[in-house]
């Protein structure tokens, strides 16, 4: 038996979950292991969707623009069904909707095989050497020391057995995926390895070995939809093979997706009653000959196979999210589990990590040899994991089990539904509930208090920041908000200071902002200062002319200097003119009076954590003392 | 001594140039070494300045959105000048200009450092095994068999001997770019290796060794500018840091340039007569107290010092670009020098690479064992590199002494200047004379006679293509027209179909048209057939309504089938509006009527090769015959 070895964090699983919360820990001091019983990285696709907020996360890691070269954008959306002329057989096209949500501003969903979004995560760790990847390595047996899960000091109550493993490779092309789970023998034990860790995470998908040791159950059932899928290159005279489409004939239904190297995937629910209900039984040829004959009229042959597969869809959702006083946690599929056809499963793990991660951070980082967050605040704020993601978990099922009877079985609402569906799918409706990390203002109860204008920017505790476009003050290049505010840890002050070239009064606000937030006395110049490292960052987007503003006039919290790296000149943001993509109009947008301005507190993960005048700086201070980052 | 290699292409030199030239022969089996003195790539910045002439050379070789990715833009200029109020001192900002050409329809100028455009050029070829770079190694003599240079055969005229070498590193901080060039002294030669090459191309630098082989004069003077040049972080209350500046003082000049990491870049040029114009006279602190009286009334601190040189402007072009029966080329550098203020030197040094390069990958290129241009034709497409470069560095030259004069001392048609000057470095005003790859139509002596619609949309044969923005008619997904045409080797017939749901007449004409380019007999067919491979590469721009076209209902050759492959579904592209971009109105900006259409002949570099009617099919296989690809 070797040496037992410590880390901060470990996290069971790389895929897209164990790599979007491993991504969290990047430049800092927080040990992580990360170990998946894969022999080597995902090479075939599954999951491909990504919707604007999961690029956003991306764009928040640095990869955005890495993983948006290589992806395509879905533009068009057909919807075919049978033919309404009595006499004749087949189906006709019935709609062209374009892919598109108004309100968003930007591209609704790109594609991007699984296998590459996996990758571009994987590199983006490679030189952080307090981040580690183990593959071919399971964990066998837990233990969670009950004792040491309430101390003030630093301790690692969990402890794992790692074993070397050989699994099946990913060579057999008719994976049943919800029937045949990877487990490892007995046999392939080879090397042992012991590690203890302040916190475990389960991200070790639909058949998690952590859910089972955690006795975490699933909440819900197997549907009785199983599910033919092929990736295919047709060769065949149906014309929108370059669009997402949906075929609802009267002997069935198929989701065609666009995939790249001209192939296509198409997913084909087979009904229960049906001889193929169960997966075993479903053929490669069967699904095609059913494809067939829901398109009919049209031509399909098979070009080539790259991969297919027939499961069961299974719609549950488990009955915790965190154990042991938030020590132990699951992560996407391993914690809920609902059909492929919204696309729902890569993104909503992503954003299932990425919501825990930060927190993770926030909780183990040090400054000055200190915890930030004592071991109450600390438990408190982990709990919102659990609070803000169930939820959204349960919304999911709820609608993926609508979603599926209303492609099952066509009605006349579809096209209602379909697009409401786009909207939730998007992720826009996700509100998380107030906590510690989301606070309503003193005396509102329920955000819906809020107020028309609020609600109707969607500036709301609880809820993503708007995606929003300004440019900065100093070089008039174009910002979106989303990219600019990279995973670094920080929670983020955003001053919507008006027109301070205009008013006196807003000036003399931004002022006196100024100095207290670089105040560490009285203000919160202990979680400003540090440079990038600080717990909290200033943003200014201000609505002046930004001719009449001079950076260097401001306060110097809100363009610190370093020593080695000179000047932060990006941190004052104009809602302007930008010289080649247009004005963003994110006073307009955000409903924000220029004479008056807001605050906005955002949390490290891009969601809305305060809602406040630009004058109440009590109320800022509020929050983080709420928060446990400053004494109360 | 050990055995003679022969490889097809020689390149010394492994700078922007090289590598540029290096990455037309992916995707071939052309035999390719490229050697450089260095012993690692690069890594300090020279050069950064990326016109978007060059960013679509990047496009068309992959690597545009990584470089994009990197790199930032410039939006803003300000220009400054001697305060005009009598009484004070110092320099005021005069005005602020937005770093845009209208008619470009996108960003200008980006910025990104020397080292990492090689960087993303040189990883483009990795997984080529035709392609090898050999750091560490300079050629010490060449020799050329006049004998065989006319012979129809393969025949390897270079013979080059290749020394390994040390040279100095690059850590001296004060490099005098004119004074001191690398050279390798006698001792370093260790290994020894003898090549011989069908072609030898030198792309090294100013200094250039083959230059001095080929016996190639450098034509025109060093000048009396003295630069010196400094990256820095400043601190400094100057409130342009982040802007291209340029200060106009009466004590001298300062351009200066925002980098990446907050650095500036400062070029400050001395006059002749000033005791500092040897440029071995001229310190660091001379430099900064240069700079400090320039902009007096700011302060201006060193935070840290990257980099800083010294030089001697050249201004000359060589007197030839190509040797020996174009068997022998220069680019870059190597046959032109400037100043580096209008950010010249890697655009042009590229931009050479990349006229050249099609051009040897077409003459060595074979299909069925046989070479596509005969020994004759190919001397006259070869030699087209000189008539179509040297005028272009020529104009540079003039250009820059203008431009140099302008802004040594400032005159009251600065601005107007300064604007001109803008498009000119761009690009946008190159137009290649007529000869085989460039034809003007039956009847046309010169390109003024196209017509006052073809010459306002800049649609003229020798120009490069203006980009645009269509969408694919299979998916609706947008694409800018140089992005799609990747650097394959391939001419491009670009059909403007126009209204071809409207017109009769029209989609009678495509049809035509598309047996008469799939005919092996008397069409096209020879050069159109073999996939991704075939010489021609043809496309629709169409204006009709998207919904009323079948892409299965056009000819084959618009919308090929491959076994492995599948269709081509982005063959056809249509003038319409986009989901999320808009709509490029192309028939519009490029004054083509929709009811007659127009057809382009467009070079594998992106240059219009010839104009032509839609009905005009001999006109059309004329163009090859003239190039010598199809038999006359």
């Not at 909780?363 to 939820?391: G, I």
């Not at 200071?497 to 931004?510: E, M």
Request: hydrophobic share 35%.
């Amino acid at each position: 038996m070797s040496e037992v070895k410590t880390v901060d964090v470990l996290i069971i699983g790389a895929g897209p979950a164990g790599l979007a919360l491993a991504n969290w820990f990047r430049n800092s001091n927080i040990n992580v292991l990360l170990v998946d019983k894969k022999a080597v990285p995902t090479r075939r696709g599954k999951a491909e969707g990504l919707k604007s907020t999961t690029n956003e996360i991306f764009d928040s890691y640095g990869i955005g623009p890495q993983i948006a070269a290589e992806s395509w954008r879905l533009e068009e959306i057909a919807i075919w069904g049978q033919k309404k002329d009595g006499g004749e057989s087949g189906i006709e096209r019935e709609q062209l909707i374009q892919d598109k949500v108004e309100e968003l501003g930007k591209v609704r969903e790109t594609m991007l095989q699984q296998s590459r979004v996996e990758y571009h995560m994987q590199q983006n760790l490679l030189g952080h050497k307090n981040i580690t990847i183990q593959y071919d390595t399971q964990p066998v047996e837990v233990k969670i020391d009950e004792s040491s899960l309430h101390s003030e000091d630093e301790v690692y109550p969990v402890e794992v057995r790692l074993v070397k493993t050989q699994v099946e490779s990913e060579g057999a092309s008719n994976i049943l995926e919800n029937s045949t789970p990877h487990t490892a023998n007995g046999d392939a034990e080879e090397v042992e390895e012991r590690i203890r860790a302040k916190y475990i995470v389960g991200c070790d998908g639909a058949h998690s070995w952590l859910r089972k040791q955690l006795q975490v159950q699933l909440e819900g059932d197997l549907t009785d939809s199983v599910f033919g899928v092929v990736d295919l290159i047709p060769k065949s005279n149906f014309p929108d093979l370059r669009r997402v489409c949906y075929l609802r004939a009267s002997t069935g239904t198929i989701l065609l997706v666009p995939r790249s190297n001209k192939e296509v995937r198409l997913y084909i629910p087979v009904e229960s009653g049906s001889s193929l209900s169960d997966p075993k039984d479903l053929t490669f040829d069967r699904i095609i000959s059913a494809a067939r004959k829901i398109m009919s009229t049209y031509t399909l042959e098979v070009g080539s196979v790259s991969w297919w597969s027939a499961y069961r869809v299974g719609q549950r959702v488990g009955s915790h999210f965190s154990r042991h006083n938030e020590r132990a946690f699951l992560v996407g599929d391993a914690v809920h589990t609902h059909s492929p056809k919204a696309g729902q499963g890569m993104n909503t793990s992503i954003q299932d990590a990425y919501n825990l991660g930060w927190k993770l951070r926030l909780v183990l980082q040090q400054r000055d040899k200190t915890q930030l967050l004592d071991s109450m605040a600390a438990s408190k704020l982990l709990a919102t994991y659990e609070s803000e993601r169930r939820p959204v978990a349960q919304d999911l099922i709820s609608f993926d089990r609508g979603y599926l009877k209303l492609f099952a079985a066509p009605s006349a609402q579809f096209d209602t539904e379909f697009l409401r569906a786009m909207k939730f799918t998007t992720g826009l409706s996700i509100r998380y509930p107030p906590s510690c990390a989301v606070q309503l203002p003193r005396g509102v109860e329920t955000a819906e208090q809020l107020g028309p204008s609020l609600l109707k920017a969607d500036l709301v505790p609880g809820k993503r920041l708007p995606d929003f476009q300004a440019v900065y003050q100093a070089d008039g290049i174009t910002a979106w908000i989303h990219r600019r505010l990279q995973a670094t840890g920080s929670f983020r002050v955003i001053v919507f200071a008006g027109d301070i070239a205009t008013h006196k009064h807003l000036s003399t606000n931004v002022q006196k902002l100024g100095e207290y937030l670089a105040d560490s006395e009285d203000g919160l110049g202990a979680l400003t200062a540090g440079g990038e490292a600080a717990p909290v960052e200033v943003l200014i987007v201000h609505s002046a002319d930004r001719d009449k503003v001079e950076l260097l006039d401001l306060h110097e919290v809100f363009r610190p200097w370093s020593d080695s790296e000179g000047y932060d000149y990006w941190r004052v943001l104009a809602d302007a003119e930008s010289v080649h993509e247009g004005h963003g109009r994110v006073y307009e947008r955000l409903e924000i009076d220029p004479e008056k301005g807001r605050t906005l507190v955002v949390r490290p993960d891009g969601y809305i954590g305060a809602v406040l005048d630009v004058d109440d700086f009590e109320g800022l201070g509020e929050y983080f003392k709420e928060l446990g980052l400053l004494s109360k």
